[in-house]
């Protein structure tokens, strides 16, 4: 049950970020998008990483998507959509997507079905 609850709160962090994140918006603002709603949760401090990065020639690139950035993020980047918290005891999860900062609002670039399937 902790997973299934552990799941749901970066699920919901992860589709909160990806519709919020824009391009102009800092890249510390995209990152709050996430970090808030899992503080607001009382894990806070389980996620440890930041929010994301931009893909390009390198897998891990400017723009970073931080708490710590405050650039604003270009238009036309691609970038991850990545929270994730790590709870001792209880395990960790972190879902991932891509995202094209279009003028118009970000489109998703992942096929992935990233709802929590149950086999029973």
Do not use: W
Request: net charge negative.
């Amino acid at each position: 049950e902790r997973q299934r609850t552990l799941y749901g709160l970066v699920y919901d962090a992860q589709q909160r970020a990806r519709a919020g994140v824009r391009a102009g918006m800092s890249g510390r603002d995209a990152d709050a998008l996430a970090r808030e709603l899992i503080a607001a949760r009382g894990l806070g401090d389980a996620f440890g990483h930041s929010l994301g990065h931009g893909l390009g020639l390198e897998v891990h690139e400017a723009p970073r998507l931080s708490k710590t950035n405050a650039e604003p993020l270009p238009a036309g980047a691609v970038v991850t959509i990545e929270p994730g918290v790590y709870v001792a005891g209880d395990g960790g999860v972190r879902i991932e997507d891509d995202v094209h900062l279009a003028p118009e609002g970000p489109v998703l670039l992942s096929d992935g079905r990233t709802e929590l399937l149950e086999l029973v």
